[in-house]
């Protein structure tokens, strides 16, 4: 058995002999929830937070045309170019600030113009393939904070108290 099967056998033996002490719609009231503990002196290393039937939500931000994947890849290219020339610039020996802002400028310039072009070829060499921009996140329908046998009760009381001031 390889070394990682090992490690998800332990992690999933340890969660199953947990104790479910709350349950919450959100990550984020969940997260508060385990806050609220550790605010209280409450062994958190001990407590988990877990998703239950977990599911892929792509958010649609935006078109990606062709201008904007090359201003995208220009504003790249920009600080690629002016890091990579002030970096060089300072090597020299006589005036290392000059020669860096100075060359910090050329490679900005230099990055930018390139990466628009490099931003413009590579979206238009897709042939409008996914030419959309979009952030991906999951979600469950519902989180677990679930605990250690012998400090459940201790969390669940807890955690009550936290209902009550939640309201």
Excluded: C
């Excluded at 979206?123 to 999951?138: E, L, M, Q, Y």
């Amino acid at each position: 058995m390889s070394q990682l099967s090992d490690s998800r056998a332990t992690t999933t033996g340890a969660l199953t002999s947990r104790r479910t002490v709350a349950s919450f719609a959100t990550y984020a009231d969940a997260s508060r929830a385990v806050d609220y503990l550790s605010d209280h002196k409450f062994p958190v290393e001990r407590v988990a937070i877990v998703g239950h039937n977990l599911r892929l939500v792509e958010q649609v931000t935006g078109r990606r045309t062709k201008g904007r994947a090359a201003l995208e890849g220009a504003m790249v290219g920009a600080l690629i170019g002016a890091f990579f020339g002030f970096l060089f610039g300072l090597f020299d020996w006589v005036d290392p600030l000059v020669s860096g802002l100075l060359l910090a400028l050329y490679g900005f310039v230099f990055g930018a113009v390139t990466g628009a072009i490099l931003g413009f070829l590579f979206h238009w060499a897709t042939g409008g393939i996914r030419d959309f921009d979009s952030v991906p996140a999951f979600v469950a329908d519902r989180y677990d904070v679930i605990a250690d046998p012998e400090v459940a009760d201790d969390a669940a009381r807890l955690l009550d108290q936290f209902g009550d001031t939640a309201r």
